[in-house]
C-alpha cells in the first residue's frame, strides 16, 4: 500500500526552489518559528536571501509582562531566533499586537517592505479561520487572519503602480515579481519543505522565544520545543516519502 493510499491524500511536491529573495511576513514574534523556521534554515543554508517581517512586536503576548517591558524583550528574543535560522535582516512595522486591522494600511506597509525587498517567494502564516478541518479545530487568531490576508493582497498591490502612488513618490518602485505566497501551517497544504536538515536549528530558534515559552506552559522549554517542532514536522510526514516536512500551502501568481 503507498502512502496515498494509506491516508487518502496525495503526496506532497517540493516546495519550486528556483527563487533567491524571500520575504517572511506574519503577525508576531514566534509566528515563523511555530511555523517554518526549519524550512528557512534550508534556504538559508542553500544561498538564498530571507528577510522577516514582523507585523507587531508582541507586547501583549505576555500576561505577566507589560507591553512597554514585553515588546523589546520579545523583539530581541525574535531577532536572536532569526539568526539562528541564517536571517540577518529583521523589520518591525508597530502595528499594535491583540488588533490588528485588515485594510489599505496593512496592506500599503506590507506592499511597501515587498517592493523594498523585492522578494520573488513571499511567506505568511495561516489565514483561515481555524487551526484544521472541520467545525472542531480551533478558531485562529483575528491577528493572523489579518496579516494572512493582507500578504496576499500586497504581493498584488506591491506591482500595481496605481495603488498606493504615494510609494513611488518615496522612492518605492512596483515590484510585480512575487512569483508565489506560501502560507505556512494551512490545513489545506499544497507542497513541503524538508524539515530534517533544519530540524535541531529550527528547535533551538523557537527556544530563543524563552520569555514567551515560560509564560506558555510549565513544561520544561528544552522538552517543549523539541517535543512541539519534532510533532509538528512529523505530521505530514507520510505525504512526503516518510520524511519530516515543514508544508506550505501554495499561491502561484
Known amino acids: 500500500m ?3 493510499e494509506a491516508t487518502g491524500l ?11 529573495r524571500a520575504l517572511a511576513v506574519v503577525a508576531h514574534p514566534d509566528d515563523l518559528e511555530y511555523g517554518c523556521a526549519a524550512a528557512v534554515a534550508s534556504w538559508t ?39 539562528v535560522v541564517g536571517v540577518d535582516t529583521v523589520e518591525f512595522l508597530d502595528h499594535r499586537d491583540g488588533v490588528i486591522e485588515y ?17 520573488e517567494l513571499v511567506v505568511t502564516l495561516n489565514h483561515h479561520e481555524g487551526w484544521g478541518d ?45 512569483r508565489w505566497v506560501a502560507v505556512a501551517v494551512s490545513s489545506t497544504p499544497t507542497h513541503a519543505v524538508d524539515a530534517g536538515p533544519g530540524l535541531e536549528r529550527a528547535i533551538e530558534s523557537l527556544l530563543c522565544h524563552r520569555a514567551y515559552i515560560e509564560a506558555l506552559t510549565d513544561q520544561k522549554p528544552e522538552e ?18 516518510g520524511r519530516p516536512a515543514v508544508t506550505f500551502e501554495l499561491f502561484p501568481r
Do not use: M
Open 134 to 178: 472541520g467545525p472542531g479545530a480551533p478558531r485562529n487568531s483575528p491577528d493572523h487572519l489579518a496579516v494572512g490576508r493582507a500578504t496576499l493582497d500586497a504581493a498584488s498591490d506591491a506591482g500595481n503602480r496605481w495603488i498606493f502612488p504615494e510609494l513611488g513618490d518615496q522612492g518605492l518602485a512596483p515590484w510585480d515579481g512575487v
Open 103 to 119: 485594510g489599505t494600511a496593512l496592506r500599503r506597509d506590507i506592499a511597501a517592505a515587498i517592493r523594498r525587498h523585492r522578494p
Open 45 to 83: 543554508d542553500a544561498g538564498k536571501e530571507v528577510v522577516y517581517l514582523l507585523v507587531t512586536r508582541g507586547e501583549a503576548g505576555i500576561d505577566t509582562i507589560a507591553p512597554d517591558v514585553c515588546a523589546p524583550l520579545r523583539e530581541a528574543e525574535q531577532r536572536a531566533s532569526a539568526a
Open 10 to 20: 496525495p503526496q506532497l511536491p517540493e516546495l519550486p526552489g528556483d527563487w533567491q
Open 2 to 4: 503507498t502512502d496515498t
Open 224 to 241: 517543549y520545543v523539541r517535543e512541539f517542532v519534532t510533532e509538528t514536522t512529523s505530521a505530514s510526514a507520510d505525504r512526503f516519502g
